[in-house]
Nanobody, 124 residues
Framework: QVQLVESGGGLVQAGGSLRLSCAAS????????RAWFRQAPGKERQFVAA????????NYADSVKGRFTISRDNAKNTVYLQMNSLKPEDTAVYYC?????????????????WGQGTQVTVSS
């Protein structure tokens, strides 16, 4: 009965920054990886970033590498996504997901819990 709740989305101008948070309630999954995905209207869900269970390994989509940073605080059961230098093409609903293992993966099928999503809109 793990629940993931995203927050921090909103409207921002191109070049601006947002910090998304993903807080988990229910069972603790400190040994599992977590990731951020996003989905724009008319497009498939896209991998954004992932972090291993202990935070030592991270992985980013090429489109966000150097601009986004994923981090986690297991004591708070929270994962963050710091988004800098935002572009209009970053506009999407961002979803937090908990993996089935502690290893970083990019495939959505490997994630068993999903949040409701938070809207990020970047104006040009």
């Amino acid at each position: 009965q793990v629940q993931l709740v995203e927050s921090g989305g909103g409207l921002v101008q191109a070049g601006g920054s947002l910090r998304l948070s993903c807080a988990a309630s229910g069972r603790t999954f400190s040994t599992t990886a977590r990731a951020w995905f996003r989905q724009a209207p008319g497009k498939e869900r896209q991998f954004v970033a992932a972090i291993s269970w202990n935070g030592r390994i991270t992985n980013y989509a090429d489109s966000v590498k150097g601009r986004f940073t994923i981090s986690r605080d297991n004591a708070k059961n929270t994962v963050y996504l710091q988004m800098n230098s935002l572009k209009p093409e970053d506009t999407a609903v961002y979803y937090c997901a908990e993996a089935r293992s502690g290893v970083v993966v990019r495939t959505a099928d490997e994630y068993r819990y999903w949040g409701q999503g938070t809207q990020v809109t970047v104006s040009s």
